[in-house]
T-cell receptor
Framework: DGGITQSPKYLFRKEGQNVTLSCEQN?????MYWYRQDPGQGLRLIYY???????QKGDIAEGYSVSREKKESFPLTVTSAQKNPTAFYLC???????????FGSGTRLTVV | AQSVTQPDIHITVSEGASLELRCNYS??????LFWYVQSPGQGLQLLLK??????LVQGIKGFEAEFKRSQSSFNLRKPSVHWSDAAEYFC????????????FGKGTRLHILP
């Protein structure tokens, strides 16, 4: 079955370290998205990509970076510049404007 | 400012009772509208969507939503809730003039009393 796979499910990072969250989809969707979720704040858009080798900043891109070298993959790097990285991170993809998102099951990142 | 508002942060209903979750949007033209559900520690699942046509939309898990243009609302309803419906529900829109991303409300957490 097609879907989105996020890994790992839980991730621990020491302060000052960069860490990369994986997101892979086999749905042949063009657009992919990264959201951050904090309690009471809903989903906030970090980065999105509508086509390979192109991506745009979302509302809270500072301290994050992405790449889109393949249609199937959209990894997110949380850099040491992100002041408060502890959160639940959700990856999503969408085929077109008339389609809703398909979400992965998320990665919970904790800074220790 | 353009926004999606879910006025209720938490709602508690008894099992078997009816449910209505509110969603209001403020965009110039009617956007595309969605409702998602999220169980704890999981991703979001699409319940239903509205683009045009019949203003009463049926979704999965027995949910429905009604689009009311005059009230800029897209409220989610279920006639009889089950304990398994306890989750967080998100209303979302895709603005007509900016269709490259979905804007989410802050969510409503639904609690079910036995």
């Amino acid at each position: 079955d097609g879907g989105i796979t996020q890994s790992p499910k839980y991730l621990f990072r020491k302060e000052g370290q960069n860490v990369t969250l994986s997101c892979e989809q086999n749905l042949n969707h063009d657009a992919m998205y990264w959201y951050r979720q904090d309690p009471g704040q809903g989903l906030r858009l970090i980065y999105y990509s509508q086509i390979v080798n192109d991506f745009q900043k979302g509302d809270i891109a500072e301290g994050y970076s992405v790449s889109r070298e393949k249609k199937e993959s959209f990894p997110l790097t949380v850099t040491s510049a992100q002041k408060n990285p502890t959160a639940f991170y959700l990856c999503a993809s969408r085929k077109g404007q008339f389609d809703g998102y398909t979400f992965g099951s998320g990665t919970r990142l904790t800074v220790v | 400012a353009q926004s999606v508002t879910q006025p209720d942060i938490h709602i508690t209903v008894s099992e078997g009772a009816s449910l209505e979750l509110r969603c209001n949007y403020s965009y110039g033209a009617t956007p595309y509208l969605f409702w998602y559900v999220q169980s704890p520690g999981q991703g979001l699942q699409l319940l239903l969507k509205y683009f045009s046509g019949d203003t009463l939309v049926q979704g999965i898990k027995g949910f429905e939503a009604e689009f009311k243009r005059s009230q800029s609302s897209f409220n989610l309803r279920k006639p009889s809730v089950h304990w398994s419906d306890a989750a967080e529900y998100f209303c979302a829109v895709v603005p007509m003039n900016r269709d490259d991303k979905i804007i989410f409300g802050k969510g409503t957490r639904l609690h079910i009393l036995p």
